[in-house]
């Protein structure tokens, strides 16, 4: 998916209280990029001419972003019994995303070992959802209600 330069988002404090003069103040903050779940952080410098004063900030940097891009889904139907912890994916450095359909709520949705009704990730509270997920490639659980989930894991 292309990231227009309206997509990207610099977030940091706008103003830098500076008490070296002269100096070339460092600054960081983060970029968010809206079509991309992941916040990326950004680091600069300013050089201040005026001192003492508050300098605005502003930092210029490239942020590039690369979509992590699939050629292979694996779906399948996973079975949850009532309560009762289920695996339904293995750790696997290769996934570039996952996507599980659940017909039913209450489940909870664990990144990692043991999902439970206190130990979860996600809460799931409506029927018929769905829960996209990248950027974590460990195991992922699920606990609650009697049901088969659809999993789709792509690598």
Request: hydrophobic share 40%.
């Amino acid at each position: 998916m292309p990231i227009s330069s309206t997509d990207v988002n610099v977030v940091n404090t706008p103003d830098v209280n500076v008490v070296n003069f002269p100096a070339t103040q460092p600054v960081s903050g983060s970029v968010s990029v809206s079509n991309f779940p992941v916040t990326q952080p950004v680091s600069g410098t300013v050089n201040v001419g005026n001192f003492p004063a508050t300098q605005n900030v502003a930092v210029t940097n490239t942020v590039n972003v690369i979509t992590a891009q699939s050629s292979t889904a694996t779906i399948a139907q996973v079975v949850v019994p009532l309560n009762t912890n289920t695996t339904v994916l293995a750790a696997n450095a290769s996934r570039k995303s996952a996507i599980l359909y659940i017909p039913a709520q209450p489940l909870f949705v664990k990144f990692g070992a043991t999902a439970s009704a206190t130990s979860f990730t996600y809460s799931i509270t409506s029927t018929n959802s769905t829960v996209t997920i990248t950027g974590y490639t460990g195991q992922i659980d699920v606990f609650g209600k009697n049901q088969t989930i659809n999993v789709t894991e792509l690598v």
